[in-house]
């Protein structure tokens, strides 16, 4: 009986240390890659949106898994995977 206790406080502080883990590190990052895909899904015509690299684009024309965007007044159009897609500005 005296081993089994003694298992158990050994393994609680473990227990312990990964529910601290869970709660502060692996679940936050859930719910923002959640979030983010919700925003992907989300974008149309007309949004205007932020690379990886910085650029600030206008969607023309959402597509399964690129974007094609355009960069300037001139009407520049090119094609960005959804993967580089930062976040969508809100005006």
Do not use: W
Not at 8 to 17: A, E, R
Not at 27 to 52: F, S
């Amino acid at each position: 009986m005296q081993g089994s206790a003694s298992l158990l406080s050994s393994l609680l502080p473990l227990v312990v240390l990964f529910a601290i883990f869970y709660f502060l590190v692996i679940r936050p990052q859930q719910k923002q890659v959640k979030k983010h895909k919700e925003m992907l899904d989300a974008l149309k015509k007309g949004d205007k949106i932020i690379t990886n690299g910085g650029l600030i684009c206008e969607v023309v024309k959402p597509e399964e898994d690129s974007i094609k965007v355009k960069l300037n007044d001139e009407g520049m159009i090119v094609k960005v995977s959804r993967d580089f897609i930062s976040k969508k500005i809100d005006e």
